[in-house]
Every structure is written in structure tokens, then in C-alpha cells.
């Protein structure tokens, strides 16, 4: 049973616009989400990071926002880029259990 | 970069053979991990490994078998390899402790025939 889904598989947004993907979870002992961006034939990468502290963080065009209440993160791009397309992958680690779970991903294109 | 190498990068092998692919790290992490990325699944973790020799199975770990005898190599082998097992495979490392990211090889596709 997946404890971190991602309900869109796809988005597509044009070029300036903002992206907001969404992930939710169901476990209520993950306490530190992240999220990576992968380009075909290449591996995942880190892009941005939340501790369940926070409930917002922004790094340059990347912001995550967390609801924990709600179970629910966001991670929003603006402005969206053509190199922001990509597949996106929310995860999330649980205290001292530091492995990371992972959703389906969602895979994004930014049209010119 | 974590100075991850994945090997081979790509494999074709038949159904029933053993297969072995390797990820090798140069940072010195204590934690390591293979996953498979299979559409609408996402990364799925096979195994993952907390020290040299020590190891545990993750969600999807039927099939497959783990080792660590030294701190820059985690070996994955499918015992005899079937077709539901192909897959782009990913190993990553992590320094551990709370609040940390993984750090991802480049993958390797495996096609079992």
C-alpha cells in the first residue's frame, strides 16, 4: 500500500505560468518530505526539502508548501521553465527510519 | 554528484538466469538503497543496507537477494531473473540521520527475455 500518492500523472502548463504539483500521505509518522526532479536515462535528484517543522519552504523558483493536518504537500514552480520539464517525485522519511518512500511521480511539460 | 556508478548501465538477459548489477560509491555514506521505477509505481524500495553486512528487505524484495562487504559496494542479484523484474533499477546512498536527502545513480535498465 502506497503511503505517499501522487494523483496526477501528468501536468502541462505553459512557459512563465506557475506548476503546482501535489502529493499526499497517509503515514502520520513522516515528519521530512522531499522532492526530486528526473530527466530520461538519468537519476533522481534532490530538488527541495521540508521538515515537518515548516510549513513552508522556498528555494529560488521552488517553493513547498506542507499541511500536516491534511497530509498534504505542494510544491509550486514559478515561473515554469522549459527545463522544468521533467518527472517530479514527492518522498517522505519517518524519524529515525531514514529510508524514503516515494510516490508515482508526475510528469510535467512546460509548453513554449 | 555522490560519486555513484551504477554497472552495466544496460542488460539484456533471458529468463531464469542469474543477474548481478553493482552500485559503487565513493562518498563513504552508511546507507544505501536499490529501488525500481516501473510506471505508475514510481521508485519502490527493493533493499537497502544500514552498514557492511548489514542489510534488510524493503517493499518489493521477493526475488531478490542483497550484499555489502564493503562500505563502497551494495550488490543486487536476482536469483533467477523473470520477465515482471524488468525494470530500470536505481541505486542511492545516504549519510543518515534525520533529515537527509538520497543521492541517486544513474540507473540501470534491465530487459529480462
Known amino acids: 500500500d502506497q503511503q505517499v500518492k501522487q494523483n496526477s500523472p501528468s501536468l502541462s502548463v505553459q512557459e512563465g505560468r506557475i506548476s503546482i504539483l501535489n502529493c499526499d500521505y497517509t503515514?502520520?509518522?513522516?515528519?521530512?518530505f522531499l522532492w526530486y526532479k528526473k530527466y530520461p536515462a538519468e537519476g533522481p535528484t534532490f530538488l527541495i526539502s521540508?521538515?515537518?517543522?515548516?510549513d513552508k519552504n522556498e528555494d529560488g523558483r521552488f517553493t513547498v508548501f506542507l499541511n500536516k493536518s491534511a497530509k498534504h504537500l505542494s510544491l509550486h514552480i514559478v515561473p515554469s521553465q522549459p527545463g522544468d520539464s521533467a518527472v517530479y517525485f514527492c518522498a517522505a522519511s519517518a524519524g529515525n527510519d531514514y529510508k524514503l518512500s516515494f510516490g508515482a511521480g508526475t510528469t510535467v511539460t512546460v509548453r513554449a | 554528484d555522490a560519486g555513484i556508478t551504477q554497472s552495466p548501465r544496460h542488460k539484456v538477459t533471458e529468463t531464469g538466469t542469474p543477474v548481478t548489477l553493482r552500485c559503487h560509491q565513493t562518498e563513504n555514506h552508511r546507507y544505501m538503497y536499490w529501488y525500481r521505477q516501473d510506471p505508475g509505481h514510481g521508485l519502490r524500495l527493493i533493499h537497502y543496507?544500514?552498514?557492511?553486512?548489514?542489510?534488510d528487505k524493503g517493499e518489493v524484495s521477493d526475488g531478490y537477494s542483497v550484499s555489502r562487504s564493503k562500505t563502497e559496494d551494495f550488490l543486487l542479484t536476482l536469483e533467477s531473473a523473470t520477465s515482471s523484474q524488468t525494470s530500470v533499477y536505481f541505486c542511492a546512498t545516504q549519510t543518515g540521520g534525520q533529515n537527509t536527502e538520497a543521492f541517486f545513480g544513474q540507473g540501470t535498465r534491465l530487459t529480462v527475455v
Open positions: 503515514n502520520s509518522m513522516f515528519d521530512y
Open positions: 521540508i521538515s515537518s517543522i515548516k
Open positions: 543496507s544500514y552498514g557492511v553486512k548489514d542489510t
